[in-house]
């Protein structure tokens, strides 16, 4: 196969399959170096979002204004990771705001199901049991009563 039919089929150029195409060696991506302009701006930054500036322009015209030599991008990346664990933190806080008490079954109800054997139980049936948090204590007793009877 040409290498213009390849490069057709990959929709990439005929440069880029030449090089992958050379036998001495196979192109491996840079490793990234690990540091990031922002860093030492980063207290400055979260001092600023601290205080109620949210938004990522305006952050990143201040911090331009002191000197950083970062694009916007870069101070976007981090304001929307800030804003997604923001967001999830608060998800999580909400849901626990909004969970209800779970009705107990009635006493008879209970007293029905607890009278049967365990692996006849329905999943469902336990499920309900599990969800009083004294019906651990319950089946002991109901062994104990049974063994008088």
């Known amino acids: 196969m040409s290498i213009r039919k390849i490069a057709s089929a990959l929709q990439v150029g005929r440069r880029t399959v030449r090089r992958y195409l050379r036998p001495d060696s196979f192109p491996e991506r840079a490793k990234r170096s690990g540091t990031n302009c922002l ?4 207290n ?3 001092s600023m979002w601290d205080a109620g500036v949210t938004r ?8 331009k204004d002191q000197g950083f030599p970062g694009s916007y991008s870069v101070v976007s990346r981090k304001v929307a990771l800030w804003r997604k664990k923001q967001q ?3 998800n999580c806080q909400s849901m626990l705001n909004n969970v209800r008490s779970v009705p107990l079954p009635s006493s008879r109800h209970l007293s029905w199901l ?9 999943r469902k049936l336990v499920k309900e049991l599990l969800r009083a948090q004294k019906i651990f204590q319950t089946p002991q007793l ?3 009563f049974q063994a008088l009877i």
């Not at 990522?56 to 911090?63: E, G, Y």
């Not at 607890?114 to 329905?122: A, F, R, S």
């Open 56 to 63: 990522a322009t305006d952050l990143w015209r201040r911090l």
């Open 39 to 42: 860093n030492p701006y980063l």
């Open 114 to 122: 607890l009278w049967k054997p365990i692996d006849k139980l329905k």
């Open 44 to 46: 400055e930054l979260q």
């Open 88 to 90: 999830i933190s608060g």
């Open 142 to 144: 109901i062994r104990e």
